[in-house]
């Protein structure tokens, strides 16, 4: 199961990704700005510019084997863009009201922003990638990290740290509200 959550604060936007699959959960988002159109082409039509700038070589490279010369970065640039796309080089995600798009800045485990955007996902948050524990449950109730304790072992289970991936079970209640997740599934609306 896959959810994914979009809300947006001025011209900023998260979404918020949520994934249940035999028992592991994943919390993750992608945040970043809603750019208009326009500007969005010019920022892509900039990145080519300044990297062909810098990369004098790839003009004549690309040059060669498109059988083109290109007489300028902009003009390399400019044919980038054409071939593969007007937004080629910036990252842009979600759906497009023709004047607006979603251009991204981040993603991951971006705990500030999905904090900020989706308060009420806070208290799921220590149970992202559940089944990736390097601490027995002892060790963890200890503070025990392989940062602070490497290779340590536990006086109460003999469990080495560090030496496997552990399994915390979902509780319920989790469970229960990553399935209740309202936004899209798989891409389509839930």
Not at 36 to 46: G, Y
Not at 50 to 77: D, H, V, W
């Amino acid at each position: 199961m896959k959810r994914e959550i979009t809300r947006t604060k001025g011209d900023r936007f998260c979404t918020l990704e949520v994934e249940l699959e035999d028992g592991r959960l994943s919390i993750c988002g992608t945040e970043g700005r809603i750019e208009r159109r326009a500007t969005a082409k010019r920022q892509a039509l900039d990145y080519w510019t300044s990297y062909f700038e810098e990369n004098p070589g790839e003009i004549i490279a690309m040059g060669q084997r498109f059988g083109r010369q290109f007489r300028t970065a902009k003009g390399a640039a400019r044919f980038v863009l054409e071939t593969d796309g007007e937004l080629h080089g910036i990252d842009v995600v979600g759906p497009s009201d023709g004047a607006t798009i979603r251009v991204v800045e981040s993603g991951g485990q971006i705990v500030e922003t999905l904090s900020e955007f989706f308060p009420e996902v806070v208290p799921f948050l220590p149970y992202h990638l559940n089944d990736l524990h390097a601490e027995c449950e002892h060790q963890e109730a200890r503070g025990e990290t392989y940062k602070t304790h490497p290779s340590a072992v536990c006086p109460d289970c003999g469990y080495k740290l560090g030496s496997a991936w552990l399994r915390r079970e979902l509780p319920v209640d989790v469970v229960a509200w990553a399935e209740g997740l309202p936004g899209t599934l798989a891409g389509k609306a839930a």
